[in-house]
């Protein structure tokens, strides 16, 4: 008899890892709160999506559509519309839909629920609270979903990369983008985005910088733009009011963890789930993928590696995978963000696939991992910047697991 695997989240992570759980033999069910599979890549119009993943460059709906189509052919059962309300330590799931709701217990899940953007109220933006303050995701989902443009004069708080290409979209839909400011010394997109979004549309950057104040009653009529110091905290007299009638939060985005909370899983230094080089949490049976687990700059990144997820856990549900052995914990050093995995296990894939951001742009550095005194690998990087995740694979066989040392990773000159 076949193990189940549940899949939360139909959006590419949930639909790559129900493919790979499939393929491995496991009954999958895959859920999804929407009404279509593909979540955000719906409303993502613009291209560059799929390079890697299809080798093919695509938009994001040409690449929900490929992988939904493969999904939908597949035994896979699909249930949109489906919410999953609670996850219990047994693994057992509520869930509610317009066909009535119930209990499913499988034998393994992969949690790949997506994350959510930061809001003015996550930075406690001072001022008043007009119409006209909202995040990038929602611009984009009112301009490219709804046909709605948002605004006229726009100003866009964060460089992360949706800001960045709303900046252009919403350019070339007629608006005026009057500026980006970034608190950081240093853009927080992909520098692709940075040229082709800003620079080729003359609209200013202002790096070390942050909206202090929003003002308006209905609506926006402006905002207070200031500079900030080392401590990124803004510095008095420099304020100076810009008017718009719009403020886009482009703001960072954290994974949606509201279901796993109540399981006390272990985390990380950087507060998402810890998991191990399987990319399973410290439940087991329960696996994460995508932007639930750690954001990501692409999306066949995310795809690839909820590919693993599905795997790992049809094997999970199946009853082959390898039985524990010893294990080790990897942490990140100077220089490094966060570090997925946390945990190492002695026996299954080969190699170590390390997934991490560097903590600030350095030049002619070199990455180093080592365990104790044991360098493991070093490579010479050019640049690194925290807006490119960073992928290594270090093979197993090189590491000792009779030792209780940490695997560390550093930048260092």
């Known amino acids: 008899m076949s193990g ?21 033999g496991a009954e999958v069910v895959l859920f999804e709160k929407g009404n279509a599979l593909g979540g955000i890549l719906n409303q ?3 291209n560059g999506f799929g390079l890697s993943y299809f ?6 709906p040409e690449f929900a559509e490929r992988l939904a189509r493969e999904v939908l052919e597949s035994p896979i059962d699909v249930r949109l519309e489906a919410t999953v309300l609670s996850i219990g330590k047994d693994l057992s799931l509520t869930y509610e839909s317009p066909q009535g709701g119930g209990t499913f217990r499988p034998d393994a899940i992969v949690y790949t629920s997506g994350s959510l953007e930061r809001s003015a109220g996550a930075i406690a933006l001072p001022g008043d609270r007009p119409s006209g303050i909202l995040t990038a995701g929602q611009a984009q989902l009112y301009l490219n979903h709804y046909g709605y443009l948002p605004g006229k004069n726009v100003f866009i708080l964060g460089s992360g990369d949706i800001g960045l290409i709303m900046a252009r979209r919403l350019t070339l839909e007629g608006a005026k983008v009057l500026g980006v400011a970034e608190l950081c010394p240093y853009p927080n997109g992909l520098n692709r985005n940075i040229v082709q979004c800003l620079e080729d549309f003359n609209i200013p950057l ?9 003002y308006g009653k209905s609506r926006l009529e ?3 733009l200031s500079e900030v110091g080392p401590d990124r905290k803004a510095l008095p007299g420099t ?3 810009i008017a718009c009638d719009t403020l886009v939060l482009s703001i960072g985005l ?3 963890l509201s279901l796993l909370r109540p399981l006390g899983l272990e985390t990380n230094g950087a507060g998402q789930i810890a998991v191990d080089d399987s990319l399973m949490s410290s439940l087991p049976g329960l696996f994460l993928a995508g932007n639930a687990l750690h954001v990501h700059d692409l999306v066949d990144n995310v795809a690839l590696e909820a590919e693993a997820a599905g795997r790992e856990a049809a094997l999970m549900a199946e009853g082959k995978r390898p039985k524990a052995g010893k294990e080790l914990r990897a942490v990140p050093g100077e220089g490094i963000g966060y570090l997925i995995p946390g945990k190492i296990r002695e026996g299954g894939e080969e190699e170590v696939l390390f997934r991490f951001r560097s903590r600030y742009p350095d030049k002619d550095c070199f990455l180093v991992f080592s365990q ?4 493991l690998k070093k490579i010479q990087k050019i640049s690194i910047i925290p807006s490119e995740m960073e992928f290594v694979k270090i093979p197993k066989k090189s590491l000792d697991f009779n030792q209780e040392t940490t695997i560390e990773v550093k930048l260092c000159h």
Do not use: Q, W
């Open 4 to 24: 189940k695997v549940a899949v939360i989240g139909g959006g590419a992570a949930g639909m790559a890892a129900s493919l790979s759980a499939a393929r491995e």
């Open 44 to 46: 993502c119009i613009h």
């Open 55 to 60: 080798k093919e460059e695509l938009t994001g």
């Open 206 to 214: 202002y790096l070390s910088h942050t909206v202090t104040r929003a």
């Open 222 to 224: 402006g905002i207070e």
């Open 239 to 241: 304020g100076r009011f």
């Open 254 to 256: 954290l994974p949606l």
């Open 372 to 375: 104790g005194d044991n360098a």
